[in-house]
Nanobody, 124 residues
């Protein structure tokens, strides 16, 4: 699976962005899709995950109620809708694919494939 993340940019606090993760290669619908982020000087952290069917979603507490993860298996694409953005959301956002199971969803080393990252900058 090859992953291509896009949609990052500069936005003011309170604004919105939608990130996309386009997948190609093996069967996209067999993979859980996760989003992680890494702020300058910080470790990469889990943001959200969606199961292969789209029936289950899990969010980090810091984004719950503001971010929504979704997927369109017909388009081989996962999305992260980010609303009410805060300066502390500033980071490089990465999408990742994990084969079948949603267990260990917040452990980055358990993911099989990674996109290249897209930068989100939220100004105050």
């Amino acid at each position: 699976v090859q992953l291509q993340a896009s949609g990052g940019g500069l936005v003011q606090a309170g604004g919105s962005l939608r990130l996309s993760c386009q997948a190609s290669g093996r069967t996209f619908s067999s993979y859980c899709m996760g989003w992680f982020r890494q702020a300058p000087g910080s470790e990469r952290e889990f943001v959200a995950v969606i199961s292969w069917s789209g029936g289950s979603t899990i969010y980090a507490d810091s984004v719950k109620g503001r971010f929504t993860i979704s997927r369109d298996n017909a388009k081989n694409t996962a999305y992260l809708q980010m609303n009410s953005l805060k300066p502390e959301d500033t980071a490089v956002y990465y999408c990742a694919a994990k084969y079948l199971t949603i267990t260990d969803y917040d452990v980055d080393r358990m993911y099989d494939y990674w996109g290249q990252g897209t930068l989100v900058t939220v100004s105050s």
